[in-house]
């Protein structure tokens, strides 16, 4: 995060000089203060207190409710390298809405468990921005209708939405009518543009070619890619880049959101995770953090989708210097190295048996690399390794459906 909205004060220029304020980025103070259930309870060891017993928000609270964003930032610096293989292999590989937008869609994802929802999990920020990327990547794609299992807190469970469904509680006009997705296609609608999306004076053909260009440039250089290290705080230079290599690797996660009683984590490691769970967000064997977001709020007796969700290994691979990325070395190196563990957010490790629907297993996919620099690749089917983690609590079994 940048100092901006890590200091708790900021130094303003007033009218008799200059004058220290408390910083509105830093924190936002609850006025009035929630009560729950408008809160969901915390993980871990503090299971049953509700959010609504800090005052105001906090980052990555102490056990005094202070944040921590020195913390933050070695957790974000953690799973750099895993949000920048997600956000390519995202766009580049999921071309349909459904699966696209949220972690519940299980009509057959092939394979393919990412979504911007899995991502939106993890860190709450740049999910318009990479919307907008992939809209205009995908200019003929549609909104399906959908059931909503979960509901929302205006809208009913089991419900079906769809482009037109109100967008509650944002107000178009002062008459009380809703935005709809129909109506906010565009970030034109609002007057706002990103710097990658140049949308006026070109034709749909050729703001799409332009935007898979500026993607391949920021996500798919061809040559070596900088990563920061969580251990040091100098660049870690890998001569190969993530997202160019010919084989891709992935950890798929899936569990049924009926046994989420708080928000957790889910941490891959690759080589054995270190003694003391308080290092585990940023741990130099750590892969990437999957983020598990609490939804029983909104549960409802309805029958409720299982949750997916996708962890990158190839940046991983590399660093640890296996650019050899062929199923014969691959597979048994991950049979014997890759590892997980579940934690609450106040840093407590969780047993595995609390969560008994989470199924693991890992797939790989051939990519044919780019032809031209606005083109992606091609990639080939998924193929799934189930004895990389079966008979390992969480591992998937021989009988376990995982498309």
Do not use: C
């Amino acid at each position: 995060m940048p100092p901006e909205v890590s200091q708790p004060t900021i130094f303003i220029n007033a009218p008799n000089g200059t004058s220290e304020v408390r910083n509105p980025l830093y924190t936002y103070a609850f006025h009035p203060l929630p009560s729950s259930p408008d809160f969901p309870p915390l993980g871990g060891s503090n299971y049953g207190t509700s959010i609504n017993a800090f005052r105001n928000t906090v980052r990555y609270p102490d056990a005094n409710g202070q944040s921590q964003p020195d913390l933050v930032n070695k957790q974000l610096q953690a799973n750099a390298a895993s949000f920048h293989t997600l956000t390519y292999q995202l766009i580049t590989q999921q071309p349909d809405y459904a699966p696209f937008s949220n972690v519940g869609y299980s009509d057959s994802r092939g394979g393919r468990y990412n979504s911007i929802e899995n991502m939106h999990n993890g860190i709450h920020i740049n999910v318009d921005r990479l919307f907008a990327l992939w809209q205009a990547v995908y200019p003929e794609a549609n909104f399906p209708p959908q059931v909503n299992d979960a509901g929302t807190y205006t809208n009913d469970p089991g419900k079906s939405e769809d482009s037109n469904t109100p967008l509650t509680p944002f107000h178009s006009d002062d008459s009380g009518s809703f935005w709809t997705s129909s109506q906010v296609w565009s970030t034109k609608t609002f007057g706002y543009a990103y710097p990658e999306i140049i949308d006026w004076g070109v034709n749909r053909s050729r703001l799409t070619s332009n935007v898979k260009a500026r993607i391949n440039a920021l996500y798919n250089p061809t040559g070596s890619t900088s990563q920061r290290s969580a251990s040091t705080d100098g660049p870690r230079t890998l001569t190969l880049t993530p997202n160019a290599m010919s084989v891709q690797w992935f950890v798929n996660i899936r569990l049924d959101k009926s046994d989420i009683a708080s928000p957790f984590f889910v941490h891959f490691f690759l080589g054995s995770p270190p003694v003391d769970p308080a290092s585990w967000s940023f741990d130099p064997s750590l892969i990437g953090s999957h983020s598990v977001i609490d939804t029983s709020l909104l549960r409802s007796t309805n029958s409720m989708p299982p949750m997916y969700g996708q962890i990158p290994l190839n940046h991983a691979l590399l660093d640890a210097g296996h650019a050899d990325l062929a199923p014969e070395k691959i597979v048994p190196l991950l049979t014997s190295g890759l590892n997980w563990r579940l934690q609450g957010t106040d840093d407590s490790p969780l047993n595995l048996s609390t969560v008994p629907s989470l199924k693991i297993h890992v797939v790989a996919q051939v990519v044919k690399p780019r032809a031209a620099e606005d083109e992606f690749p091609e990639y080939g089917q998924l193929v799934v390794y189930k004895e990389i983690t079966q008979g390992k609590d969480g591992g998937v079994g021989s009988d376990d459906d995982v498309d």
